[in-house]
Nanobody, 119 residues
Framework: QVQLVESGGGLVQPGGSLRLSCVAS????????LNWYRQVTGEEREWVGG???????VYADSVKGRFTISRDNAKNTMYLQMNSLKPEDTAVYVC?????????????WGQGSQVTVSS
């Protein structure tokens, strides 16, 4: 059974920092590409950024320079370090693991972790 479990969310003041974690089980973690998405109720899910199995990272323009994604394959864990947080970063943050081999797509999602940026 595949599980992705996020943690580390909470309430933070504008300009503050948080680090989210996503722990995976039931998959060969090191072979998967990983992504962070975020969703606000009533809006479409927004891609935040991702990291390949080889460690290459890409980010949405809205978070570039403020957020950093990393992974620790020994711990089956992906991280999202969020700095200089803004109220518009408030959302449920969801991790995603994806792998495509020979045309077969494996795509898994966590339940999400709430991040609220407010004074």
């Amino acid at each position: 059974q595949v599980q992705l479990v996020e943690s580390g969310g909470g309430l933070v003041q504008p300009g503050g920092s948080l680090r989210l974690s996503c722990v995976a089980s039931g998959i060969d973690f090191r072979l998967f590409g990983l992504n962070w998405y975020r969703q606000v109720t009533g809006e479409e899910r927004e891609w935040v950024g991702g990291i390949t199995s080889g460690g290459h990272t890409v980010y949405a323009d809205s978070v570039k320079g403020r957020f950093t994604i990393s992974r620790d394959n020994a711990k089956n864990t992906m991280y999202l370090q969020m700095n200089s947080l803004k109220p518009e970063d408030t959302a449920v943050y969801v991790c995603n693991a994806v792998q495509r081999i020979s045309g077969l797509l494996s795509n898994y999602w966590g339940q999400g972790s709430q991040v609220t940026v407010s004074s």
